[in-house]
């Protein structure tokens, strides 16, 4: 049997909101594996059983190389371009910073930022809650967790931008990367010399296989730590606000109950997952008849394993009173996502605070939102009124 051949581009660039999750949707039900044309090419896996296994199949699926544009990076993030053993290592020494715990202490802190930036849009009545709210909230909590002062938001978004959503030509990415990089190689310096309360100056005394910590793995991290936390929980808040600025029903639902909150954000993780992660292949497998050699990527788009019929009835709809599922919205496996407790608690106090100022809202009439693919799909504006 001959492996289809699918000219999918994850980096299609920006189209009108809504297009990214039913196109991917109809390629798993065409083909339940199959090979890119884009770029050097590569496989894609659209089964939910699939991806899981894959994700949980470290020796085979690596994760040394986990962007599918570049199969060979000169440099590792840290942990999520580790394979265990080593990865295990860090997960044990990073994972008392982000357990439910660790997560419920920064609430009160969470829920001040999110309070302040809502009053200030409420009596504007109308915003673009990508720009206005969705990229402002994460990245103020980000600046909370490796203890930098509050007033490097502006700065920092500047820099977030530029890496994350440069122009096809690439202009100014390289410029924000060495910003970035000199910005936390300064913080390490300071926090190796006068630590603090925070993760940064914590793992500065890490001990990995023995021996201290080096200042490029604490730089790795630093990396990681913002490119995994950030753009994330901007574009996941994107697609909720897209779906309930158009469903009167689930808005009411939630503003009416925010008991409900916690559940309603699991399914909406579930239908607009974004992350398109890669893996690298260690050895050569055959997969519903696609021969698939040692050193291919392999990218694994959990949002075709979440939305397939395979594993969740009428899975590509929102239902808010489904019994809870086995979402792959934040990754199964070594590498399941170490902030999802903290992801979570943010999208849930922004979810209760906006609804409990601004219940009612809608797109702006004429407006269109756009959305953008990448390795992590999001919005790029959503303009809403109320
Ligand atoms: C809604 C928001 C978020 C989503 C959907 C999400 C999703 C994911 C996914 C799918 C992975 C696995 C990637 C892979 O297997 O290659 C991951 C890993 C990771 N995430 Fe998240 N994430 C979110 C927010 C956050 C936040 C707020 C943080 C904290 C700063 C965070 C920190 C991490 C880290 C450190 C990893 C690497 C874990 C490892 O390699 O062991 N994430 N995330």
């Given at each position: 049997m001959n492996a289809p051949h699918v000219p999918f581009d994850p980096f299609a660039g920006q189209g009108p909101a809504g297009r990214t999750h039913p196109h991917l949707d109809e390629l798993r039900e065409q083909h339940p594996a199959f090979r890119s044309t884009v770029g050097h090419g590569f496989w894609v896996l659209t089964r939910y059983d699939d991806i899981l296994a894959a994700l949980q199949d470290p020796e085979t699926f690596s994760s040394r190389a986990i962007a599918v544009i570049d199969p060979n990076p000169g440099y590792q993030w840290i942990p999520v371009?580790?394979?265990?053993p080593l990865h295990t290592t860090w997960r044990r020494?990073?994972?008392?910073?982000?357990?439910?715990?660790?997560?419920?202490?920064?609430?009160?802190?969470i829920t001040r930022h999110c309070v302040a930036l809502i009053d200030d849009l409420t009596p504007r009545n109308e915003c673009d809650f990508v720009a206005d709210f969705a990229r402002l909230y994460p990245t103020t909590m980000f600046l909370e967790l490796i203890g930098l002062p509050a007033e490097r938001l502006l700065e920092f978004l500047a820099w977030e931008y530029a890496i994350l959503h440069p122009p096809p030509s690439g202009?100014?990415?390289?410029?924000?990367?060495?910003a970035l990089t000199a910005c936390f190689t300064e913080l390490i310096e300071d926090r190796r010399a006068r630590p603090q309360e925070d993760l940064i100056s914590a793992a500065t005394s890490f001990a990995v296989d023995g021996r201290p910590v080096t200042d490029d793995e604490l730089l790795q991290l630093c990396i990681l730590l913002f490119l995994?936390?950030?753009?994330?929980?901007?574009?996941?808040?994107?697609?909720?606000?897209?779906?309930?600025?158009r469903h009167d029903a689930d808005r009411a639902r939630i503003t009416g109950d925010p008991d409900d909150i916690p559940d309603a954000i699991e399914e909406?993780?579930?239908?607009?997952?974004?992350?398109?992660?890669?893996?690298?292949?260690?050895?050569d497998v055959v997969l519903h008849g696609c021969p698939m050699k040692a050193g291919d990527m392999v990218m694994l788009p959990l949002a075709m394993a979440t939305r397939d019929p395979r594993a969740v009835p009428a899975a590509s709809a929102v239902e808010l009173d489904r019994p809870p599922t086995r979402h792959l919205a934040f990754g199964?496996?070594?590498?399941?996502?170490?902030g999802a407790h903290l992801a979570r608690l943010e999208l849930q106090i922004a979810l209760r605070e906006w609804h409990a100022r601004i219940p009612d809202y809608r797109i702006t009439p004429g407006a269109q939102p756009r959305e953008h693919a990448s390795l992590v799909l999001g919005l790029d504006t959503l303009p809403l009124s109320w």
């Open positions: 371009m580790l394979d265990p020494l990073l994972r008392p910073f982000f357990t439910p715990t660790a997560a419920a202490v920064l609430r009160d802190r202009a100014g990415r390289g410029e924000a990367m060495a995994a936390g950030l753009d994330t929980v901007t574009a996941q808040l994107s697609y909720v606000f897209w779906h309930l600025a909406l993780l579930r239908v607009y997952s974004i992350v398109l992660p890669a893996r690298k292949l260690t050895r199964a496996g070594p590498h399941r996502c170490l």
